[in-house]
């Protein structure tokens, strides 16, 4: 009968594997190491923006909205992946994503995931069609992902046009929104030729930036002064959009009173027309003469004034290096005061150039600098000015703003190129005090594309197709033979 062998494992067996037990210990702590570090980077991480023109991150004005806001937000794109802005959809919704656990985002694809856009659709309550929702405290809004994109003529060249993306303007507008328990009232004046924002013309209306205001939660009305007793206690701006007849004097006292009650005016004023506004103005420091900037080194066809170097507020900030354009502008002239607490601070916007200089006499077909009756540049266009505390002297009392303006065409339908709309929506903002959204301009939708032919598509394929695996092929085989070696 045999007897059972018993293997008696030697020493070397033994050796061998104790190295296979550790090597498979040191591949599970690896892999326990890796998953921790992967655990706490998902936890604490920082972001960095590489790109040229940075369309990705989000502006400081949006971080502070996004701060002030006191509950959690949920955000749901029901968008289609062919849509021509899904990307930057996407994109934009990552960014609002990444700040913290206040945010969190959902993108639905309608074509795909019917039964999830169904049930949103039903939730809030939507019409139909591709939008973005935000959700917070209980409310909602719906922004059609159509008003993401906007086109306006290029400054360069008029007949041509360029496309904008405004998500992250719509987006933190209507966050802010959530804060406010109404909308503040905006009133164009009517009755005296002024622009009107419920006209669609592309001259003289001002539907499109009427349009941007509602976009910007604000409620837009028209106000005929000349059919009411005062101004709306609810009002808070009023604007002046190039009006061509003269105020009669008790709609100016209108007017004036409401300035000296910390009222806001927005006055837009074309050259070459005399509304009877002139002394109320000169009150707040300001002189409108008849005359025209001329400036040959801001102008293309004599008539228009492009404007890139602004002055340092918080209104022209934004738009260093952008360019604006105004029409036949007149001189906005700051008066000089004596020393007094109570005294408008008057800072001009944006002038001519030192070579430009307001022209006395407009009808003159090859105006020329007369030292005796004009005046050198550099002239102002547009002026700020505010009433209020004594600076560095803290209180709560609301300051009189206004905003004059030489130009009133800058702003109409087919006029909004370049900076021009962000200029005016600025100009807004500050006098409303709504200092969070002065610097959320609209991105120009230029992607960066590498066009390649079909050779240099070929020579990429082999590249990084057949060339770099099969270097690391080679370099694994010479590795194996030279051990076995």
Request: negative net charge; glycine residues 6%; charged residues 20%.
């Amino acid at each position: 009968m045999l007897s059972r062998l018993k293997i008696i494992p030697t020493p070397e067996r033994l050796r061998r594997l104790a190295a296979r037990g550790l090597i498979v210990l040191q591949v599970l702590l690896a892999i326990l190491i890796f998953g921790m570090l992967n655990n706490l980077a998902g936890r604490h991480y920082q972001r960095w923006h590489w790109e040229h023109q940075s369309r990705r991150q989000l502006s400081n004005q949006t971080l502070r909205i996004l701060d002030a806001m006191p509950g959690r937000i949920r955000m749901t794109a029901l968008i289609r992946p062919s849509n021509p802005v899904f990307h930057r959809v996407s994109i934009l919704l990552e960014e609002y994503a990444t700040q913290g656990d206040k945010v969190s985002v959902e993108i639905i694809h309608p074509d795909r995931d019917m039964a999830r856009a169904e049930e949103c659709i039903r939730q809030y309550e939507l019409p139909g069609g591709e939008c973005i929702v935000i959700e917070t405290g209980g409310r909602h809004r719906a922004i059609p992902v159509a008003d993401l994109v906007v086109s306006e003529p290029m400054p360069e060249h008029p007949n041509d046009v360029r496309q904008l993306f405004r998500g992250e303007q719509l987006l933190s507008g209507a966050l802010q929104a959530f804060s406010q328990s109404t909308w503040p009232a905006v009133y164009f004046t009517q009755g005296h030729g002024e622009h009107s924002p419920e006209d669609f013309d592309r001259h003289r209306g001002y539907s499109h930036i009427a349009a941007r205001l509602r976009d910007a939660n604000l409620e837009v009305a028209s106000l005929a002064l000349g059919e009411t007793r005062a101004i709306p206690n609810n009002c808070a701006l009023l604007i002046l959009a190039g009006p061509t007849r003269e105020f009669l004097p008790f709609e100016i006292a209108l007017i004036r009173d409401y300035l000296n009650h910390k009222g806001r005016v927005l006055a837009l004023l074309d050259a070459r027309i005399r509304t009877g506004l002139e002394p109320l103005f000169r009150d707040w420091g300001v002189d409108l003469t008849d005359d025209i900037i001329v400036d040959d080194a801001l102008t293309l066809s004599g008539r228009d004034l492009y404007i890139t170097d602004y002055s340092d507020h918080p209104i022209t900030a934004p738009l260093q290096g952008l360019a604006s354009v105004f029409y036949l502008p007149r001189s906005i002239r700051p008066r000089q005061f004596y020393a007094g607490g109570d005294k408008p601070v008057i800072t001009p916007l944006f002038t001519s150039t030192p070579n430009g200089w307001a022209e006395s006499t407009p009808d003159d077909p090859a105006p020329a600098f007369d030292p005796q009756a004009d005046l050198p540049g550099p002239v102002p266009l547009a002026v700020a000015i505010e009433r209020g505390p004594i600076p560095g002297v803290h209180s709560q009392i609301r300051p009189t703003r206004l905003v004059v303006v030489g130009d009133s065409d800058f702003a109409a339908n087919g006029s909004l190129a370049g900076a021009n709309s962000d200029f005016f929506l600025n100009a807004v903002h500050w006098l409303l005090e709504r200092e969070d959204l002065l610097s959320l301009p609209a991105q120009p939708m230029t992607d960066f594309q590498i066009v390649v032919n079909a050779r240099q598509l070929r020579c990429c394929f082999g590249l990084i197709v057949v060339l770099w695996p099969a270097l690391a092929a080679a370099c694994g085989l010479i590795a194996g033979w030279r051990r076995r070696t």
